[in-house]
C-alpha cells in the first residue's frame, strides 16, 4: 500500500545528517531509551524514521518494531543493518494492525503525532495505540507547543535553517513557513542547497500544532489518563512555547 507521506527521497536522504544538528543537544533518545528500559519491552515505536531513537533501543536487546509510513525513511534505517531485536512495519499510525500483538510501550517521538492534520486521523491513531498496549502499557510522545509570537506570522520569509557536513560536502537547508491559523497547520517548505548536485532540490512537511489543554482533551477523549506531562526531556515542568511531553496509560 502507498501511503501519502511526504517524508520522501531528499528529507529522508538528509534527515540524519541535519537532525544531527538540529536535536543533538534534546536528550529525546536518552528519554525514550529509559521509558524503554523501565517498561522492559517489547517497544513499538510509530514513525520510527531512521532508527534515531529506536535503533539504540533495539541494540539492547529489547524487543522494538519500528513503524513508518515512508518506505524511504525506512530504507536509511534499513541500510544501518539493524539488529535481529528490531522488526520494521511500512503502514500508518492512525491504520495498523499488528494482529495479536503487544506492547509494553508504544513512542511517538519528535513531533510525529503532529504529521496527523485532522482530529479524526488523530483519534484514529489513538484507538489503534490503545489496542496494541499490554495491560499496564504506555504511550510516550512529544509535540512542540507553539510560540505565541510565531503564531502571529502568517507567512516566514525562507532562511537558512541549518548547515551539516555529509560525506559528499556541505549540505544547508533553507526554510519557509507559512501557518494556516484556521487548521493548526504550518506549512515548511524545505530548499536543500549542497555541493552535491544530487543533495540539491525541495521538500515540505505539515505539522499540526496542539496547545497543551487540547493535547490533554484529545487524550482524554480517546481513553487516556496522562500519568506525566513535562516541558523538557529532562523532565522539567512544563512552559509555553517549548516541548510538550506526555506519558500516558489507558483508563
Ligand atoms: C520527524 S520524523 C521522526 C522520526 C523519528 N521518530 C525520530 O525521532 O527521529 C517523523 C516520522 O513520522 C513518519 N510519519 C509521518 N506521518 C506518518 C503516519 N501517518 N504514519 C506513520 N508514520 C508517519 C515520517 O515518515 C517520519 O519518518
Redesign the pocket.
Known amino acids: 500500500m502507498t ?1 501519502a ?3 520522501a527521497r531528499l528529507i ?1 536522504r538528509h ?1 540524519d545528517a541535519l ?1 544531527a544538528v538540529l ?1 543533538g543537544g534534546s536528550q ?2 536518552a528519554f ?1 531509551l529509559a521509558l524503554a528500559r523501565e517498561s522492559g519491552g517489547p517497544v513499538l ?10 535503533l539504540p533501543i533495539a541494540q539492547e536487546g529489547i524487543p522494538c518494531v519500528g ?4 518506505r ?3 530504507d536509511v534505517l534499513r541500510s544501518k543493518r539493524p539488529p535481529p531485536s528490531l522488526e520494521l512495519v511500512h ?6 494492525d499488528l494482529g495479536a500483538r503487544r506492547f509494553a510501550l508504544i ?6 503525532f ?3 492534520l485532522e482530529v479524526p ?1 488523530q483519534l484514529a ?1 489513538l484507538a489503534c495505540i490503545r489496542r496494541h498496549l499490554a495491560p499496564g502499557g504506555r504511550l510516550a510522545l512529544d509535540v512542540f507547543d507553539p510560540k505565541l509570537a510565531s503564531l502571529a506570522r502568517a507567512e516566514e520569509p525562507e532562511a537558512l535553517a541549518v548547515t551539516a557536513a555529509t560525506p559528499r560536502g556541505r549540505l544547508e537547508r533553507h526554510d519557509r513557513v507559512s501557518r494556516d491559523a484556521a487548521r493548526q497547520v504550518l506549512t515548511l517548505r524545505m530548499r536543500f542547497v549542497a555541493e552535491a548536485p544530487e543533495d540539491c532540490g525541495e521538500g515540505e ?1 505539515q505539522l499540526r500544532w496542539f496547545h497543551r489543554y487540547e493535547l490533554e482533551h484529545l487524550l482524554a477523549r480517546a481513553g487516556f489518563t496522562i500519568e506525566a506531562l513535562y516541558g523538557g526531556f529532562d523532565r522539567r515542568p512544563w512552559a509555553p512555547g517549548g516541548e510538550t511531553v506526555v506519558v500516558a496509560r489507558p483508563g
Request: hydrophobic share 45%; charged share 15%; glycine share 6%.
Open positions: 501511503y507521506v511526504p517524508y529522508a534527515y537532525n536535536r529525546d533518545a525514550y515505536e510509530l514513525g520510527c524514521g531512521t532508527g534515531r531513537i529506536l513503524l513508518d509510513a515512508s524511504d525513511m525506512l503502514a500508518a499510525m492512525e491504520s495498523f513512542t511517538i517521538p519528535f513531533r510525529a503532529s504529521h496527523l486521523t491513531a512537511l
